[in-house]
T-cell receptor, first 114, second 116 residues
Framework: EAQVTQNPRYLITVTGKKLTVTCSQNMNHEYMSWYRQDPGLGLRQIYYSMNVEVTDKGDVPEGYKVSRKEKRNFPLILESPSPNQTSLYFC?????????????FGPGTRLTVL | GQQLNQSPQSMFIQEGEDVSMNCTSSSIFNTWLWYKQDPGEGPVLLIALYKAGELTSNGRLTAQFGITRKDSFLNISASIPSDVGIYFCAGQPLTNYGGSQGNLIFGKGTKLSVKP
């Protein structure tokens, strides 16, 4: 089944403790992206990647890192999480390298930073 | 940064009524997309628009890419209870050389409630 998977789905952590949220897609998509969703703010793009080893900042990249060493995986790294990074995070992927086609979203990761 | 203004923020309608929502931007967008998000799920693409003036339908949904490339609307005809959810517009800004940027900007969403 074609899908985007994220792990973990739920995470409660403490300020400053490094964490990684994994994202994987099995559709051989070139474009992958991370978003955060907050009440009243909609979805905001954190980082995106048009292909392996190519990553770019979205609207809200501060406090996050990403890597794209393989086509299928696009992990989101929080080196030193802070409470303002408490949010619902979505990973997405699309076939083309410019994201203009259908983006498939993962199920979301709800992160709480205490 | 670039922003999309989506309205209305929320709508409460009776089953069978038509619905209209729109998005506007101060800058030109190359692509307009409309997504729906059900509770506890990720957004799902409903309609994608790639050309100014384009009008596209998907069942009871119709969306248009504005001629100025700065706006788009989504209409839902004869609403049913399963239309409940949050609808997002999204767009890809134009680059200086006329292509699409890689980033995607989302509106803040329209929450739709349908009374049976």
């Amino acid at each position: 089944e074609a899908q985007v998977t994220q792990n973990p789905r739920y995470l409660i952590t403490v300020t400053g403790k490094k964490l990684t949220v994994t994202c994987s897609q099995n559709m051989n998509h070139e474009y992958m992206s991370w978003y955060r969703q907050d009440p009243g703010l909609g979805l905001r793009q954190i980082y995106y990647s048009m292909n392996v080893e190519v990553t770019d900042k979205g609207d809200v990249p501060e406090g996050y890192k990403v890597s794209r060493k393989e086509k299928r995986n696009f992990p989101l790294i929080l080196e030193s999480p802070s409470p303002n990074q408490t949010s619902l995070y979505f990973c997405a992927s699309s076939l083309l390298g410019n994201g203009a086609d259908t983006q498939y979203f993962g199920p979301g990761t709800r992160l709480t930073v205490l | 940064g670039q922003q999309l203004n989506q309205s209305p923020q929320s709508m409460f309608i009776q089953e069978g009524e038509d619905v209209s929502m729109n998005c506007t931007s101060s800058s030109i967008f190359n692509t307009w997309l409309w997504y729906k998000q059900d509770p506890g799920e990720g957004p799902v693409l409903l309609i994608a628009l790639y050309k100014a003036g384009e009008l596209t339908s998907n069942g009871r949904l119709t969306a248009q890419f504005g001629i100025t490339r700065k706006d788009s609307f989504l209409n839902i005809s004869a609403s049913i209870p399963s239309d409940v959810g949050i609808y997002f517009c999204a767009g890809q800004p134009l680059t200086n050389y006329g292509g699409s940027q890689g980033n995607l900007i989302f509106g803040k969403g329209t929450k739709l409630s349908v009374k049976p």
